[in-house]
């Protein structure tokens, strides 16, 4: 792909990959991506700021060549994951003088994953600087966003920060920056959804720092740039704060409709209480859309019948799925059918201990629903109800 300018000797030189479709064995990813790479030639020094995915180093290699890259002084790698650090081996072969510039935790998982020799490093702290002559490059290291290794990188005079999977989206687009927000905000909350969220505490943090920085780029290691800094940074501090929205996500498994009747009765009280629900049938449920609505619900409700004395594999993953990427939600309960016995509620309590919520009565029923057991279904609508009123929620 062609070397495309951002500002005078800096240059995207990364990947678009049009047909990605899932991330991380997990995540689907419906407008593809990007891996970003940035060439920043310097009066003295040339640095690349990370390389793309595995398998798609010719692609690199043939934009610096047509950017004209003789030597490369530095890599910055400002994260060890492959889809960033996979070229890594290409271009240090072809480049053969360019030292690799990273802090200490991501050289120790550089030399795991690709073996690269421990001569190649330059190891940097939070703060440190190099110069390139006429620029200025700080690093930043910035734990858990979102793995113990990253860190940004800021280029002081051009008021760019490189802020790797930090504000990314999987999006992928011809477009340099970002044209579309709309389309984009669902990107990145996607994104946000999967793989920042469990971390939102430290993301606070680092939100913070950047507030003290004078941006006028983000240029992170996926989807299109951004021109208007406070376009995504006003959206993560949204997401990343403590407020909910008065919503309700049910993500269910019904082998014979028991508990899907179970759920639409439920759905449709919340509703008449004023509450917006959001259901997903696991059998059909995108995960990517199940983690977005979890980003500021205020009540997960998981509707699981009983299959082999315990919940149905699905809401078992599902639940667990929850639990791992740790929702700021107030309140779970669950709701569901068996036939003759079991410990599914038990086993899907037992699954959120990472949750930091207050558990509303489950309603558990043999067989179909009955009218007993719509009325059980209407209290646990006004329970809910009474909650969110009392944590301040209102239609
Ligand atoms: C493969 C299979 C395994 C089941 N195992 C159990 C079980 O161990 N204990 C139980 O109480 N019911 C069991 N059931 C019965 C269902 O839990 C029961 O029919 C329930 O009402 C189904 O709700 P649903 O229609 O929402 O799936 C099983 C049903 C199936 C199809």
Same mark, same amino acid.
């Given at each position: 792909m062609i070397p495309r300018a951002i500002k005078d000797d800096i240059y995207w030189v990364g990947f678009i990959d049009w047909d990605r479709r899932l991330f991380d064995s997990l995540i689907p990813t419906p407008h593809g991506t990007t891996y970003n790479?940035? #060439? =920043?030639?310097?009066?003295?020094?040339?640095? #690349? =700021?990370?390389?793309?995915?595995?398998?798609?180093?010719?692609?690199?290699?043939?934009?610096?060549e047509m950017a004209g890259v003789k030597k490369i002084d530095y890599i910055v790698t400002n994260h060890a994951e492959q889809d960033h650090s996979g070229s890594l081996p290409k271009i240090l072969a072809k480049y053969p003088d360019a030292k690799i510039i990273t802090n200490a935790k991501c050289k120790g998982l550089l030399e795991s994953f690709l073996f690269i020799p421990e001569e190649k490093f330059i190891v940097v702290e939070d703060n440190e600087e190099i110069s390139l002559g006429n620029k200025t490059i700080q690093f930043m290291i910035a734990p858990w966003v979102h793995w113990p290794d990253t860190m940004f990188s800021y280029l002081k005079e051009d008021k760019i920060l490189f802020s790797c999977d930090f504000l990314g989206s999987h999006h992928a687009t011809s477009e340099l920056f970002v044209s579309d927000e709309k389309e984009v905000y669902l990107s990145a909350k996607r994104y946000y959804a999967e793989i920042m969220m469990p971390f939102r505490t430290m993301i606070k943090k680092h939100l913070e720092r950047l507030d003290n920085l004078d941006i006028d780029i983000i240029a992170p290691s996926h989807g299109p740039l951004y021109n208007r800094p406070s376009f995504i940074i006003e959206a993560y501090k949204d997401w990343s704060s403590d407020s909910v929205k008065n919503q309700v996500v049910i993500p269910y498994v019904s082998m014979h409709g028991s508990t899907k009747a179970m759920v639409e009765y439920l759905s449709d009280a919340l509703s008449k209480e004023g509450i917006e629900v959001k259901l997903f049938n696991l059998e059909i449920a995108d995960a990517g859309e199940l983690l977005m609505a979890l980003v500021d619900t205020a009540t997960i409700v998981v509707g699981a019948s009983t299959m082999l004395v315990g919940p149905h594999p699905l809401a078992y993953y599902a639940t667990y799925l929850v639990n791992a990427v740790r929702p700021k939600t107030r309140f779970v309960s669950v709701i569901g059918s068996y036939g003759w016995g079991g410990n599914t509620v038990e086993v899907l309590k037992g699954l959120i201990s990472s949750l930091n919520v207050q558990l509303i009565e489950p309603v558990y029923i043999k067989g179909y629903p009955q009218d007993i057991d719509f009325k059980l279904l209407d209290k646990l609508a006004e329970e809910i109800n009474i909650k969110h009123k009392e944590i301040g929620l209102r239609r």
């Open positions: 790479s940035y #060439l =920043i030639k310097g009066s003295e020094k040339t640095v #690349l =700021i990370d390389t793309v995915d595995f398998g798609k180093d010719e692609f690199l290699l043939n934009a610096l």
